[in-house]
């Protein structure tokens, strides 16, 4: 239940981890996603004591590169570093190393080194034309410190990149490009409301013109109503 309401309700996510932390805490995977529940609430203190008991329980290292952003989170960027060039690290799969450098990257920022953030999105995984699920995103990231450091020409070319390989749309870059191409959207939900208030101003001068033309149709009404009685009253005089 957690994993199912997590994207779309996390605050429903997490009542439901706590539940199940409750009934089952010696239980790794519910301490993961009891974890994961805190962490989508930005409860970051709360999500690193969860991962770090998941981690104790099991041994492994999946876990490493979300419990260095919950450093971050927690405003402790330098810790983040620490733990990027962890021994950890190295027994990471490939994706979980993508994403240790994704965290590292956020540090730096967070830090306001923006030139060794960029340095370190610069990779293998990064120049590679093959398409892998963590692509799209480590692009986007790429772009984003780009443009951040004022690299607009080169951020465009990276954004673009990044919408080539965001298949499940995981990014906004198309919203990115758009942006820096100086390109308007209109919101078609707008455009609806306009066209209904348009429509109802038309039905009321619609109802306005039909209520004048009742209105002249019962003045005509009353005017012959009135003419015949007066012509009926001058024939009896003339009777008499």
Known sequence: MVARLIDEDPEGAYAYSKIALRLASRVAAVREAGGFAAYATQKYSEALAEFRAARRMTGGVELWPVM???ERGLGRPEKALDMAGAPEVNKLDKAGQVEMRLVAAGARRDMGQLDAAIVTLQSPELAAGSVQPWTAR???A???ALLAAGREGEAREWFAKALEADRDGSTDASD???ELDGVDFVDALDENENETENDSEVEVAN???EAVVEKAAEADAVEDTVGD???RRAADRDED
């Open 68 to 70: 260095a952003d919950c």
């Open 142 to 144: 790429y772009a984003d």
């Open 229 to 231: 009685t007066a012509e």
């Open 207 to 209: 109802g306005s013109e």
């Open 138 to 140: 480590l692009r986007y």
């Open 176 to 178: 990115r490009l758009a």
